[in-house]
């Protein structure tokens, strides 16, 4: 079961990009890595999976290097909306371990 | 298209008592589906999931326990509830072949 490592917190102002990190130095083959935004008193909520390279949707993109050992979600441009806890998944089988997340603060 | 139910949203509970928390899925068969629990200010720790009726992994060993007695329900219980067993929970479903988890609306348990 690979493990996720990711920054507790982290701050923004509105507009700003955002790279969250997250290390998974024992990836496995066959695993994904997969993104979630949590905000309070609600389940967390998809956004973005990949494997390798990048990959872009309409909310954020996320970047993996070849040796895939880390990953980084980006959000452009954020709004106060964003404030959340974002969650880096690492998986293959049925097991989902969420971990603790980042949780992002953006101000004004 | 797909929905999950959760219920209750809220529940206070005295130590000692039962626990039944209930979770369905519409829309889709064969799902994956999984119970979390979030405690304040924590991240979320997965308890059980299951990849069938009556096929139960369990996480973390602890008071609580979970049965699948349908393909889309999926069950929550305690026989005896603790003080440490207050939280958030979730239920979430995973479509057959798929890997993105849906999650519902949760429960706050709260054990007094």
């Known amino acids: 079961l690979a493990k996720t490592t990711q920054p507790i917190s982290m701050d923004s102002y509105e507009g700003q990009e955002v790279n969250i990190t997250c290390s998974h130095n024992?990836?496995?083959?066959?695993?994904?890595i997969t993104w979630y935004q949590q905000f309070p008193s609600q389940g967390p909520r998809f956004i973005i999976q990949?494997?390798?390279t990048k990959v872009t949707n309409e909310v954020a993109s996320l970047f993996i290097p070849a040796d895939r050992k880390s990953s980084t979600l980006s959000l452009p441009r954020v709004s106060l909306s964003d404030t959340a806890v974002y969650y880096c998944?690492?998986?293959?089988?049925?097991?989902?371990?969420f971990g603790k997340g980042t949780s992002l603060l953006v101000t004004p | 298209s797909q929905t999950i139910h959760q219920w209750p949203a809220t529940l206070v509970q005295p130590v000692g008592s039962p626990l039944s928390l209930e979770c369905t899925v519409e829309g889709t068969s064969n799902p994956n589906l999984y119970w979390y629990r979030q405690a304040a200010g924590r991240g979320l720790q997965l308890l059980f999931y299951?990849?069938?009726?009556?096929?139960i992994s369990s996480e973390v060993p602890q008071n609580l326990s979970a049965s699948r007695p349908q393909d889309r329900q999926f069950i929550l219980s305690s026989k005896k509830l603790l003080l440490s067993d207050s939280g958030f929970y979730l239920c979430a479903w995973v479509g057959h072949g798929n890997t993105e988890a849906f999650f519902g609306q949760g429960t706050r348990l709260t054990v007094v």
């Open positions: 990949g494997y390798k």
């Open positions: 299951s990849v069938g009726i009556g096929q």
């Open positions: 024992n990836i496995a083959t066959n695993d994904y």
């Open positions: 998944l690492v998986h293959s089988g049925y097991a989902l371990n």
